[in-house]
């Protein structure tokens, strides 16, 4: 929650492991880091248990190395696979009970925004379709009625991945599952058009096809949650063991998918985008100049 | 024994995409050298992998092969492959990270 917290005692560094020194040393707190420069870095994201080439995993790492300011976040989780990545990170995790996210991160960020004031300290919950679409819907919903100022991302990968693949809310209809023998009978839930109706200031849909895409929503969505109002990211993250896709085809069918149900929308206030103009320097957004009347 | 992606360095540091270090679900794995290149007269640095780390998941083949179209990462046995980069043996400067090559059997 401060820089101080990950730095060592003096004296006591030599003790210290050395992925630690290097996060501490060569790390992004304090700094600004971006996708284009990864490999030259210490990623907060450790060693994590998730399967190999999980594209939820890319995105979570794609989602830490995006943070404005790391060192000033909390992420919030609940149950599902992305809590195991999730928490692997040097950025404080909290584990809210099934469900329970977006009413633990409402608490938090109001509870921040009293100790801290003016400094921004960001809340970003990332939880499971499950966790949000389902178990912890209305939470979600009412946290979004409330105007309550973080940012929610939703890991959509269209399955309970990790209880062996029952449906859930976010499945396609007739998508047939392990624990969905006869197919799902009802279509997709339409998550983003609830954000849009709750009154979020951002609502966007990314496939981490496109790392730097994903790298510029997620600023966007933390930056304008900071003054604006709650900010939703639906990213689709495939479950490469429930949806039986081979780990070498998981960008391949992410590209599929962006192409055929999850193409790139973006809906943004007007207060939003002069929030990011004025505040941020976000050129794209600033008001147009009067065109220049040209004479013939 | 295990696959484990393995960077042809003289492919790699042709090009400057770095789109597999983008793409690895796995966290400093993938890592950059600016400077692997430059001695052997090469224009570019060139990306390798901490083999201790990497899961085998090929995700990297597929992005270097039809996105990147340079194919210059193979999987490979990783008793076959030689002395590689180890998280152990990498350090990290300014806006850099150097590997000191070692056998995966080392430690």
């Known amino acids: 929650m401060s820089l101080d917290y990950v730095k060592f005692t003096p004296g006591f560094g030599k003790f210290m492991p050395k992925e630690y020194r290097d996060m501490v040393e ?12 990864v490999g030259t870095f210490k990623e907060i994201m450790e060693e994590h248990p998730m399967c190999a080439g999980c594209a939820m995993t890319l995105f ?14 909390i992420t919030v989780g609940t149950a599902g696979c992305g809590r195991l990545a999730i928490s692997q990170a040097a950025v404080p995790f909290v584990y809210g009970n099934y ?20 400094k921004p300290k960001d809340v970003v919950v990332m939880a499971g379709d499950g966790g949000m679409a389902d178990i912890g819907f209305a939470q979600t919903l009412h946290s979004w009625f409330r105007k309550e100022k973080f940012t929610t991302i939703m890991l959509d990968n269209e399955v309970y991945g990790n209880t062996g693949g029952q449906e859930s809310g976010m499945t396609n209809k007739g998508q047939v599952l392990k624990m969905a023998p006869l197919g799902k ?25 496109n790392p730097r895409r994903v790298e510029s929503v997620i600023k966007k969505a933390i930056l304008i949650a900071r003054e604006v109002g709650p900010t939703y990211i639906q990213a689709y993250t495939s479950c490469n063991i429930e949806y039986a896709i081979p780990t070498d085809q998981v960008m391949q069918d992410a590209k599929d998918v ?19 103009a004025t505040l941020y320097g976000y050129k794209e957004y600033l008001p147009k ?8 | 024994m295990y696959l484990v992606a393995n960077i042809d360095q003289e492919i790699c540091a042709a090009t400057s995409c770095k789109l597999c270090t983008q793409y690895c679900p796995e966290a400093n794995t993938i890592q950059y050298d600016t400077e692997a290149g430059k001695d052997k007269g090469l224009k570019y640095g060139s990306a390798y992998v901490a083999v201790d780390r990497c899961k085998g998941c090929a995700q990297c083949v597929w992005v270097c092969d039809n996105m990147a179209k340079h194919k210059a990462i193979k999987m490979e046995m990783i008793d076959q492959i030689g002395d590689q980069a180890l ?21």
């Open chain 1, 60 to 73: 979570i790492r794609l989602a830490f190395i995006a943070f404005p300011n790391p060192e000033d976040t």
């Open chain 1, 185 to 209: 009978k009802f279509e997709k839930m339409d998550m983003l058009g609830m954000a849009k109706v709750a009154g979020c200031a951002y609502v966007a849909t990314v496939v981490p096809n």
């Open chain 1, 258 to 276: 962006e192409n055929d149900r999850y193409k790139f929308q973006e809906y943004i206030t007007d207060e939003a985008k002069e929030h990011l």
């Open chain 2, 87 to 107: 998280t152990p043996n990498i350090t990290y400067q300014e806006k850099n990270t150097k590997a000191v090559l070692a056998s995966p059997w080392q430690s």
């Open chain 1, 99 to 118: 469900g329970d996210q977006n009413g633990v991160a409402s608490g938090l960020s109001r509870g921040l925004r009293l100790r801290f004031g003016d």
């Open chain 1, 26 to 37: 060569h790390g992004p707190f304090g700094k600004k880091t971006a996708v284009s420069q």
């Open chain 1, 289 to 296: 100049p009067a065109a220049a009347v040209t004479k013939g």
